[in-house]
């Protein structure tokens, strides 16, 4: 098992993942998410033993900040739809899983590494964890899910304030609106998860894998492969160009609506 970014420790069959870009804040280039398609579609299936897994990031800063802004240079609308699909096709490797996967969040969770949060099954937040959706302030809209996920967690009503304001919000609200597991002190996000996986690794595992098959199938699929095809759309756009270029050089951005 080599990987470019994504650090694997197996403690006794619960396998911890850590994203490890701390100095772009785990930003998904595109060697991690090569990483996670590794892992979750080829190597975790011949780990002896696997209870369960635990997604987190490296440093004490951020768990994901998001697709990586800087790979957003001269993308067109065909590589928009390959590398949001692809996204897509990561994140259901996650969320259809049959063990179960869980994000410990030790700080930022944006954009994709929100996105990355809602495809685990649960999720635990350190206290200073920051979680939003701001592809709006880039001029596109979420590419890996977060159209569809975040309404299933905190329904439409909040999911499109999130959507379209590209606001931030603390544990404290991401919990009272039910995206949230638990929320506990930093340092004690793994811990936690740990706790949780071992609890469920003494129920049946077929029961489990079952109880991931018939919640996951209640959700259609056919939101994700719209908001693939508009993704690709925002990507055509001057206001994309305008939005990461701004994201880069530091300053603010003047859309024009073109
Ligand atoms: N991509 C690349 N680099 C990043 C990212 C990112 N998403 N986030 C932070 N960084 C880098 C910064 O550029 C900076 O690098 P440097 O030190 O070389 O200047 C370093 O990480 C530290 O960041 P800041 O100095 O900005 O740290 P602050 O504490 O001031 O701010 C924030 C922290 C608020 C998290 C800020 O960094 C931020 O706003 N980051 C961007 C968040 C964002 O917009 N995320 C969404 C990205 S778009 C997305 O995820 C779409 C998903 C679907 C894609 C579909 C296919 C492409």
Do not use: W
Not at 109 to 125: D, F, K, P
Not at 128 to 150: D, M, S, W
Request: net charge neutral; proline share 3%.
């Amino acid at each position: 098992m080599q990987y470019e970014n994504l650090l694997v420790e197996n403690r006794d069959g619960i396998v911890v993942l850590t994203i490890n870009r701390p100095k772009a804040l785990n930003a998904l280039n595109r060697g991690t998410l090569a990483d996670l398609r590794q892992f979750f579609g080829k190597d975790a299936l011949t780990i002896e033993g696997l209870k369960g897994v635990i997604i987190t990031g490296a440093g004490d800063k951020s768990f994901v900040a998001g697709a990586d802004i800087s790979e957003f240079n001269g993308l067109d609308a065909q590589a928009g739809l390959d590398m949001s699909q692809n996204g897509h096709d990561i994140f259901f490797l996650i969320e259809k899983f049959t063990k179960p996967v869980i994000a410990a969040v030790n700080g930022f969770a944006l954009g994709g590494g929100c996105e990355l949060a809602m495809s685990c099954h649960l999720r635990i937040a350190v206290e200073k964890a920051r979680f939003g959706q701001p592809e709006v302030n880039l001029g596109i809209i979420p590419g890996y899910g977060g159209t569809q996920r975040l309404i299933q967690y905190i329904g439409k009503t909040k999911a499109l304030e999130l959507l379209m304001t590209g606001d931030m919000i603390g544990v404290e609200e991401a919990y009272r609106l039910g995206l949230l597991n638990h929320v506990v002190p930093a340092g004690e996000e793994v811990n936690k998860a740990m706790e949780i996986l071992t609890k469920i690794a003494a129920k049946a595992p077929i029961a489990i894998q079952k109880v991931i098959e018939c919640v996951n199938t209640y959700f259609s699929a056919e939101g994700f492969r719209r908001e693939v095809i508009e993704f690709a759309n925002t990507v055509k756009t001057e206001d994309f160009k305008e939005g990461a270029a701004a994201f880069l050089e530091k300053r603010a951005p003047k859309f024009q609506g073109k």
